[in-house]
């Protein structure tokens, strides 16, 4: 690992001017490529204390072993030397997009005599006209196959016309009117050439006036009764609307334009782009990178757009791009895509209207070849068995994990503290196995704490199984207290497969998921070989501490802290850092998240189920229609707690015995204290009328209105 203090330029040494710098490792490679406004400025910022640095800077920093810079003159001169140098050298610690797939375009050969239409892959050729691109080659087939019966232009190989021409005869598709068969000789090379101009002006979207055309055309040969012409006009236009039909019209204003949206984790990132031309979707493509340098949104836009159209120019870059973040600054890139185009284009974010509500579109198609990605990968059972095998390299474990639990702990600022399980086995998800737990022990925020009561209750009750079962006869007893799991319900549990139990301190607790006639064990009975929890040290120490206090010695623990991705043993003082690309790690970020989405889930349900609480929900046989009622009678809870018995059985469908049940359960209730209005420091005595949700005299106080302005965990 090289000091970058070793390889850092002298004070003065550096320009203070645009520029293009790269870094090399000890074997003159070049890693890293960036620009910069000020190269003194963006390099000063790399050789500062390392410990200042992101993580993925700093392991690039240390890689290096020199840095060199180029002066240009303007900011548009450094994004294309940077373009340019990303694509020579292929940096390591630069982010690069890779295609899902090579996308296929629609492509038209007009640097030929005869332009051929076919489907063409890889890189643009010089003087070929392209659309699309689609996503599936068929699709292409499919639209050729019906535009061809309007403009008959040639698609078949070099090889096939040329032997028609030397036997003078046409292929099929020139017997049934798919072609014009400029082989042997039925339209002239000009003629051929228009045919080609018209239909890649269909596809470019100059549809409307064409078809008016030829419903002119047909009406004049209806009228002079030609009325088999007429008929083939008529099919023409068919065939014509029909392949318009295949893309929908998404803006009415027949807009020219590219909309980009970005789907990201921690370390790997997807982009989708949706090409309108028209106002109709021509176009879809999607990327995907590993991020090897700590990047925003508006640099991955950038990133995008430069390899989107770096080699492109003209009609090929539109007037408008929308992008879900501006790079910065945006002006050189803005500046660069109008020197491309060779007119205005316009980079910006989609604020209302059709273009916002088509961008939502293209972002849920960003976040589903994210997950596409990610299930692929972890689909595959040798990658599987790689991320086990490496996982268990780097813990140091005697076998693989074929079973791992992971637990996260979720509240907002303290309240409803929950917590979650979420099981792999195999690698793969085990939703059947997932537990949810309320910690109820103490009140506040403590996660090191609530984690100790997690592990805990979730192995008591794995010791009172094996003593169930006879499997653990150390003659101790394995005491269930605490073992509740309003705690521990199961995430895809059904009535059948759950049996509510009740321990002695009265909390429920989800029992047998089988039928003792299956012979399979109850809940909890399986126990993992790894333990995850999400957090660093602190977190790691309370679950080993847990297992320890319970006897249980032959489980290991690790855990994985978020913003590092660092892995914690226990008694550790360094953590282990698995490589980025490992699929191990892939593996136990894959467990954490899922761990987290559960926890959060459940803390966010439990948080809107408080938020609607009322003393009404206490009172057995009221039901939410006449709730409803009684509070639209007396305008509020507080003036209901107020009424008589009498009173409240004037309300249609309250009878004495609902009133005098109602009665008592907001006498029991505890009136909070009175509302205050944060904004005047008034006291307000009585509450808005109509108030059907929580109960007005247990108002939400200033700090759990703005509820989401808190952090969740």
């Given at each position: 690992m090289a000091d970058p203090s070793s390889y850092r330029p002298k004070p003065g040494q550096i320009p203070d001017s645009p520029g293009v710098y790269k870094?090399?490792?000890?074997?003159?490679?070049?890693?890293y490529v960036g620009k910069a406004k000020s190269?003194?400025?963006?390099?000063?910022?790399?050789?500062?204390?390392?410990?200042?640095?992101?993580?993925?800077?700093?392991?690039?920093?240390?890689?290096?072993?020199?840095?060199?810079?180029?002066?240009?003159?303007?900011?548009?001169e450094a994004l294309q030397l940077e373009y340019s140098w990303i694509k020579e050298y292929d940096p390591r610690f630069n982010v690069k997009y890779r295609d899902d797939k090579s996308y296929p375009y629609l492509a038209v050969t007009m640097n030929e005599e005869f332009p051929r239409v076919q489907v063409m892959r890889g890189h643009k050729r010089k003087g070929v006209r392209y659309f699309g691109p689609y996503g599936h080659a068929w699709a292409i087939r499919d639209t050729v196959d019906l535009l061809l019966r309007v403009f008959p232009v040639r698609t078949c190989s070099a090889g096939v016309f040329k032997n028609a021409a030397r036997t003078g005869r046409p292929c099929l598709l020139g017997?049934?009117?798919?072609?014009?068969?400029?082989?042997?000789?039925?339209?002239?090379?000009?003629?051929?050439?228009?045919?080609?101009?018209?239909?890649?002006?269909?596809?470019?979207?100059?549809?409307?006036?064409?078809?008016?055309?030829?419903?002119?055309?047909?009406?004049?040969?209806?009228?002079?009764?030609e009325y088999e012409r007429a008929a083939r006009l008529r099919d023409d236009i068919e065939a014509l609307k029909k392949a318009m039909e295949k893309s929908a019209v998404v803006l009415a204003d027949a807009t020219d334009a590219d909309l980009m949206a970005v789907a990201e984790d921690e370390l790997e990132a997807a982009v989708q782009i949706f090409h309108v031309r028209g106002g109709r979707v021509r176009g879809q493509r999607g990327w995907v990178t590993d991020k090897v340098e700590a990047v925003t949104t508006g640099d991955l836009v950038e990133h995008a757009l430069?390899?989107?159209?770096?080699?492109?120019?003209?009609?090929?870059?539109?007037?408008?791009?929308?992008?879900?973040?501006?790079?910065?600054?945006?002006?050189?890139?803005?500046?660069?895509?109008?020197?491309?185009?060779?007119?205005?284009?316009?980079?910006?974010?989609?604020?209302?209207?059709?273009?916002?509500?088509?961008?939502?579109?293209?972002?849920?198609?960003?976040?589903?070849?994210?997950?596409?990605?990610?299930?692929?990968?972890?689909?595959?059972?040798?990658?599987?068995?790689?991320?086990?095998?490496?996982?268990?390299?780097?813990?140091d474990l005697d076998s693989a994990p074929l079973r791992i639990e992971c637990y996260d702990i979720s509240h907002l600022q303290g309240d409803d503290v929950v917590a979650s399980m979420v099981v792999f086995?195999?690698?793969?998800?085990?939703?059947?196995?997932?537990?949810?737990?309320?910690?109820?022990?103490?009140e506040g925020q403590d996660d090191v704490r609530s984690m100790h009561e997690v592990i805990t209750r979730r192995f008591r009750r794995y010791l009172a199984e094996k003593e169930r079962t006879g499997e653990w006869t150390d003659g101790e007893n394995a005491s269930t207290e605490g073992a509740s799991a309003e705690g521990a319900t199961q995430g895809n549990a059904t009535p059948e497969s759950a049996v509510l139990e009740s321990d002695t301190t009265g909390n429920a607790f989800a029992g047998n998921a089988f039928t003792e006639d299956d012979g399979r064990p109850k809940r909890f009975a399986y126990p993992p070989q790894l333990v995850v929890v999400d957090g660093g040290q602190p977190q790691v120490a309370a679950a080993k501490k847990a297992l320890d206090e319970l006897g249980i010695d032959d489980i290991a623990v690790c855990g994985l802290a978020k913003r590092l991705e660092e892995v914690w043993l226990p008694d550790e003082d360094d953590p282990v850092v698995l490589p980025r690309t490992s699929e191990g790690l892939y593996l136990l970020q894959r467990v954490r998240d899922e761990a987290h989405r559960f926890a959060i889930t459940y803390q966010r349900t439990k948080r809107a189920k408080r938020f609607r609480a009322s003393p009404l929900d206490e009172v057995a046989g009221l039901g939410e229609t006449r709730k409803q009622a009684l509070i639209k009678h007396f305008g509020s809870v507080k003036k209901l707690r107020s009424a008589s018995i009498d009173?409240?059985?004037?309300?249609?469908?309250?009878?004495?015995?609902?009133?005098?049940?109602?009665?008592?359960?907001?006498?029991?209730?505890?009136?909070?204290?009175?509302?205050?209005?944060?904004?005047?420091?008034?006291?307000?005595?009585?509450?808005?009328?109509?108030?059907?949700?929580?109960?007005?005299?247990?108002?939400?106080?200033?700090?759990?209105?703005?509820?989401?302005?808190?952090?969740?965990t």
């Open positions: 870094f090399r490792d000890e074997h003159r490679r070049v890693i190269l003194r400025q963006r390099l000063a910022s790399y050789f500062q204390d390392l410990a200042g640095l992101h993580p993925r800077t700093r392991t690039m920093v240390t890689t290096a072993a020199s840095v060199e810079w180029t002066v240009v003159s303007t900011e548009v017997y049934i009117g798919k072609c014009s068969a400029p082989c042997v000789g039925r339209v002239s090379a000009e003629e051929h050439g228009e045919l080609a101009e018209e239909f890649c002006d269909f596809m470019a979207g100059r549809t409307g006036t064409y078809i008016r055309r030829l419903e002119k055309q047909m009406t004049d040969a209806a009228e002079e009764m430069q390899q989107l159209y770096g080699e492109e120019t003209g009609d090929s870059v539109p007037k408008e791009v929308l992008v879900p973040a501006l790079p910065d600054p945006v002006e050189p890139v803005q500046e660069w895509l109008t020197e491309r185009r060779g007119s205005n284009v316009s980079l910006r974010i989609p604020q209302r209207g059709d273009k916002k509500a088509l961008m939502e579109t293209v972002q849920r198609n960003a976040l589903q070849a994210l997950g596409l990605h990610k299930t692929k990968r972890a689909s595959d059972l040798t990658t599987r068995s790689r991320a086990l095998e490496e996982i268990a390299g780097a813990l086995e195999d690698g793969l998800q085990r939703k059947s196995e997932y537990r949810r737990f309320q910690i109820k022990s103490f009173q409240i059985c004037e309300v249609p469908g309250i009878g004495r015995k609902t009133a005098e049940a109602v009665a008592v359960a907001l006498a029991q209730a505890a009136p909070a204290a009175p509302a205050v209005n944060t904004a005047t420091g008034e006291i307000m005595e009585d509450e808005e009328p109509g108030t059907t949700t929580d109960s007005p005299e247990e108002p939400v106080s200033a700090g759990a209105s703005h509820e989401r302005r808190g952090q969740e």
